[in-house]
C-alpha cells in the first residue's frame, strides 16, 4: 500500500494499492484545502512505498501527471 502522508500535521491522509490513486488523492486533497482555507493554502505531502521508504521523485512526478490527465 502506498501512503499518503500529511508532513506538516504528521499525520497519515490515506492509503492506496498504486502510486497513480495516491497521487490522485494528493491532488484531491489539496483542492478541498485550498476550497477550505482560501487560495494560496497548502499542506505538504508525502507519499511512501509499501515498505515505508519515500517514493522517487521521478516516478511521483511521473504519477501525478498522469492523475492530472496530462499523459
Known sequence: ????NDTF???IISNHRSLVAAAKAKYKHQ???ERRFGKG???TYEITNPDGQKVDEYDLMRAE?????RL
Open 9 to 11: 500535521n504528521n499525520r
Open 65 to 69: 501527471q498522469v492523475a492530472e490527465g
Open 31 to 33: 483542492l478541498v484545502i
Open 1 to 4: 500500500m502506498f501512503t499518503l
Open 41 to 43: 493554502a497548502y499542506l
